[in-house]
Nanobody, 128 residues
Framework: QAQLVEFGGGLVQPGGSLRLSCAAS????????IGWFRQAPGKEREGVSC????????TYADSVKGRFTISINKYENTVYLHMKSLKSEDTAVYYC?????????????????????WGQGTQVTVPS
């Protein structure tokens, strides 16, 4: 069964760092654009970052540029989100998903409606 599993979340102090992982099973991430999204309580799901396995292009939300870095390890079939200088406003459940249809570059605007195969999410908490 094709699925994505996120892990690596946790409680981190402001200014700290975390690395989130998005592991694919049942399918290969080749030719997919993979996005990271987050959803804070009472807010809509928003796009954070994206990486295209076909051309390596990346996209970042303005709120995380310079602090978050997305990468892919094709041998591990895993996408990573390296987060540093974390702020309280980064607190959310983080999800990964694949763009529908596959094969394209990352869009400049990450709309959750354009992505599927959502994982179950991993909680990131940065106290204020």
């Amino acid at each position: 069964q094709a699925q994505l599993v996120e892990f690596g979340g946790g409680l981190v102090q402001p200014g700290g760092s975390l690395r989130l992982s998005c592991a694919a099973s049942g399918f290969t991430l080749d030719n997919y654009a993979i996005g990271w999204f987050r959803q804070a309580p009472g807010k809509e799901r928003e796009g954070v970052s994206c990486i295209s396995s076909s051309d390596g292009s990346t996209t970042y939300a303005d709120s995380v540029k310079g602090r978050f870095t997305i990468s892919i390890n094709k041998y591990e079939n895993t996408v990573y989100l390296h987060m540093k200088s974390l702020k309280s406003e980064d607190t959310a459940v983080y999800y990964c998903a694949t763009e529908i249809p596959p094969g394209g570059p990352c869009p400049s605007w990450l709309d959750p409606a354009d992505f599927g195969s959502w994982g179950q999410g991993t909680q990131v908490t940065v106290p204020s």
